[in-house]
């Protein structure tokens, strides 16, 4: 069995290999994700971050392992300096390094000992536990309203591509059209245009 110490250093090596994937379509699953990253290595692990807002169908984020950390940083580089698109998100996917304090699993770092206790009324600590309880409720409502607004903003996004995309496909079909049905060879016999298949 192996000790604390080498536990923590074998998390540390796995964090190493992980790369946070963010600004992925709420369609996305974990097949989709190692399909789309495995051209970049060896897929070792996937772990879909769970939505805790009360907001459905936002993008959603997360931690895939691979299998060395140079495989790690090519997927970083180039979703850095490309647009990577999956599953029909309208904004690219995203992704940079983990961080220890992504991970639910992480072991206690060694010679890390965490200490909690109740707090009474009349505790000379309990008004700074109450400010600092009012303000994790503050930055939840704030993270939410940012969220809706960021979620309202990709859904105009989507529509705007969207039509853009009916539009491009009406132009290419009417152009297949002309092709098609001899309108172009009547056009060109008309104007007196010889029409070359090379």
């Not at 060896?42 to 691979?66: F, G, R």
């Not at 707090?119 to 303000?135: I, Q, Y």
């Not at 969207?162 to 092709?179: P, R, S, T």
Request: proline share 6%; charged share 30%.
């Amino acid at each position: 069995m192996s000790s604390p110490d080498e536990k923590y250093v074998e998390f540390q090596d796995k964090v190493k290999r992980t790369v946070y994937v963010y600004n992925l379509s709420p369609k996305v699953t974990k097949s989709v994700i190692k399909m789309a990253l495995g051209q970049f290595g060896d897929v070792i692990n996937i772990q879909i971050i769970p939505n805790y807002t009360e907001l459905k169908n936002i993008s959603q984020c997360a931690l895939v392992e691979m299998g060395t950390p140079k495989q790690a940083k090519c997927i970083i580089a180039e979703m850095t300096n490309y647009p990577f698109m999956m599953t029909g998100m309208p904004r690219p996917v995203r992704a940079s390094v983990a961080q220890e304090d992504m991970f639910v699993d992480r072991p206690v770092k060694p010679g890390r000992e965490i200490k909690y206790r109740w707090v009474d009324p009349n505790d000379p600590d309990f008004e700074k536990a109450t400010k600092l309880k009012e303000l994790a409720l503050k930055h939840y409502a704030e993270v939410s309203f940012l969220q809706k607004a960021q979620f309202e903003e990709e859904q105009k996004l989507a529509r705007k591509q969207g039509d853009a995309l009916d539009a491009n496909y009406g132009k290419y079909e009417q152009i297949d059209n002309v092709f098609g049905d001899g309108t172009l060879n009547r056009v060109a016999r008309h104007m007196g245009v010889r029409l070359a298949d090379d």
